[in-house]
């Protein structure tokens, strides 16, 4: 059992790292996938590693804090999202900062590499930061029609599906190793972070 169970976090930490080091540019518009707006949604979130990847590290490091933590995020980072892509309806078609979005890899990474002891207030305030920053972004340009409100519905949908899977699938590992494994792929995220933040840089 305990092999298996090894097996897939080495798996989960492949995902997450492969997702880190290929971040793409981030688009007000939804691709169309041709199944409604709220699925539009879902998979714009799905396939946006720079959204993706830092509500995952929310994720693993409110299930490194245990079951009370997790549920805080799984409602506090999802109605910050939608809370903040209803805000960015009304706004202009404008992307995130580069460096701002190293920035969030970087801090959540780190905060899960080192495990950090968070209060309960301040991961709530992270969560929420963290959503309406994001979410913004993913609101503006979109409009503020039936379907891009749907749209920004599913995003938040996928925001709550996420956090509910990675944090309840940390809450319950016990083995050392188990939580050594979800720390060092904080670090990686924390990692591709200082690539995206080079590439910024560089770029500017």
């Given at each position: 059992?305990?092999?298996?169970?090894?097996?897939?976090?080495?798996?989960?930490?492949?995902?997450?790292?492969?997702?880190?080091?290929?971040?793409?540019?981030?688009?007000?518009?939804?691709?169309?996938?041709?199944?409604?707006?709220?699925?539009?949604?879902?998979?714009?979130?799905?396939?946006?590693?720079?959204?993706?990847?830092?509500?995952l590290a929310l994720a693993l490091l409110a299930g490194l804090r245990?079951?009370?933590?997790?549920?805080?995020?799984?409602?506090?980072?999802?109605?910050?999202?939608?809370?903040?892509?209803?805000?960015?309806?009304?706004?202009?078609?404008?992307?995130?900062?580069?460096?701002?979005?190293?920035?969030?890899?970087?801090?959540?990474?780190?905060?899960?590499?080192?495990?950090?002891?968070?209060?309960?207030?301040?991961?709530?305030?992270?969560?929420?930061?963290?959503?309406?920053?994001?979410?913004?972004?993913n609101g503006t340009g979109m409009g503020e029609s039936v379907s891009?409100?749907?749209?920004?519905?599913?995003?938040?949908?996928?925001?709550?599906?996420l956090i509910a899977l990675a944090a309840a699938f940390v809450v319950?590992?016990?083995?050392?190793?188990?939580?050594?494994?979800?720390?060092?792929?904080?670090?990686?995220?924390?990692?591709?972070?200082?690539?995206?933040?080079?590439?910024?840089?560089?770029?500017?």
């Open positions: 059992m305990s092999g298996a169970r090894e097996s897939w976090l080495r798996i989960c930490a492949t995902v997450v790292l492969t997702i880190a080091l290929c971040p793409v540019s981030a688009e007000a518009h939804l691709n169309s996938t041709g199944m409604g707006p709220i699925y539009d949604g879902l998979m714009h979130f799905l396939t946006s590693p720079e959204d993706l990847v830092p509500a245990g079951a009370s933590y997790g549920r805080q995020a799984l409602f506090t980072l999802p109605m910050a999202w939608l809370s903040g892509s209803l805000l960015g309806l009304a706004a202009a078609a404008t992307g995130g900062s580069a460096v701002l979005s190293s920035f969030w890899f970087l801090l959540m990474g780190g905060l899960v590499a080192a495990d950090a002891k968070l209060s309960s207030r301040v991961m709530i305030a992270l969560a929420a930061l963290l959503g309406l920053y994001h979410g913004y972004f891009a409100i749907s749209a920004v519905v599913g995003l938040a949908l996928a925001v709550f599906v319950q590992l016990r083995a050392h190793w188990a939580r050594i494994a979800v720390r060092v792929a904080g670090s990686w995220i924390a990692a591709s972070g200082l690539l995206l933040l080079g590439w910024a840089v560089r770029g500017s």
